[in-house]
């Protein structure tokens, strides 16, 4: 009897929450998310080690959420479009899991790093290893897998990347990645330290190319949370019903995601925020809630950390104002 009660409890309650969810007025959450935010503007540094970055605005500030019924609201500049940088180890991450399956894991680990994004020091001792994909030198190991498997690989991933979007104007930014390329001396590095160990089989010119130019991918907000829904789908792109990754494989990159996707501060992140996220030193970080939404947010001046002081704020502010988080 007790456990009748409970369970029609249960069942009211999640009703009630799914209602709720429905109804949710995201434009004003947003348009309040963007005044809350706004004295956070100027107190960040935008990231100059790549000198082409520097050159944004700085204060800008842009989001966007995309609901799996296809509805889009936005606040700020959700539409300019920006380098996404780190965010793209995600697409080459879902391209390379779902060409080559579980054989990926033998080459990439699955633990959070808790060093910076760049680091060298964890990839010695761990005989070229690296720890996620999230990190640069995973990122590598996974340009490498996409180089031995296509052909082409840079087409591979751009197209990739517009059907997820259904945006095919999506593009590598030339100048940003030559920028990083005369100045990438410590991902070199790691390439170079990973081909010492074996765990880089492709001609290191050939893989760093790939690398550098899926870093500078230019995408807004709005066709960034577009992209994302298809891991908010259990794998599905919602538009098209195109089948991208089995729903053990969405289950895992959402979960790679949630422990390693901002770098050595995924943790406060998680705490904060509640949502499997990516980030990267362009400024841009794009959330994920299962079977629900995405939501992508823009503000190129980065905490200490390299990840938007902004953007981390207002997607605390999301999930808090309203209460939806994958916990
Ligand atoms: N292209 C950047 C680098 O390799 C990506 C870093 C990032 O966004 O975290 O340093």
Redesign the pocket.
């Known amino acids: 009897m007790v456990d009748c009660h409970s369970r029609i409890w249960y069942a009211v309650h999640f009703l009630y929450l799914y209602i709720k969810y429905l109804d949710m007025d995201y434009q004003s959450l947003l348009e309040e998310i963007a005044a809350e935010v706004k004295p956070l503007l100027g107190q960040g540094q935008v990231a100059s080690y790549?000198p082409a970055l520097a050159e944004v605005d700085s204060l800008s500030f842009g989001m966007a959420v995309v609901t799996l019924d296809g509805s889009v609201f936005t606040v700020g500049q959700a539409n300019k479009i920006f380098s996404i940088?780190?965010i793209s180890k995600v697409f080459n991450l879902v391209l390379a899991f779902s060409s080559l399956d579980e054989a990926i894991w033998r080459r990439v680990g699955k633990e959070p790093s808790g060093n910076a994004?760049?680091s060298l020091l964890q990839l010695e001792y761990e005989n070229g290893i690296p720890r996620n994909p999230f990190i640069?030198a995973g990122a590598i190991v996974l340009a490498d897998m996409l180089c031995e498997y296509f052909s082409e690989p840079q087409k591979a991933l751009i197209e990739f990347i517009r059907k997820l979007t259904n945006n095919s104007s999506i593009e590598y930014d030339i100048r940003i990645a030559k920028s990083?390329m005369d100045t990438g001396n410590r991902?070199y590095s790691l390439g170079y330290l990973m081909k010492s160990f074996g765990n880089i089989r492709m001609p290191i010119d050939l893989v760093m190319e790939l690398y550098f130019k899926q870093?500078s991918i230019s995408m807004s907000c709005k066709d960034l949370a577009q992209s994302f829904l298809m891991l908010a789908n259990h794998g599905v792109v919602p538009y098209s019903g195109e089948r991208i990754l089995t729903m053990s494989q969405a289950k895992r990159i959402n979960s790679l995601m949630l422990t390693s996707g901002l770098y050595n501060e995924a943790g406060d992140f998680a705490f904060r925020v509640g949502l499997p996220a990516k980030s990267?030193?362009?400024g841009g970080i794009v959330a994920i809630i299962p079977k629900l939404l995405s939501v992508a947010v823009w503000s190129p001046e980065l905490n200490g950390f390299?990840n938007s002081l902004a953007g981390i704020h207002a997607l605390e502010l999301f999930t808090t104002k309203s209460g939806i988080s994958i916990f």
């Open positions: 790549i940088q780190s994004f760049n640069n990083e991902n870093c990267g030193v362009g390299g």
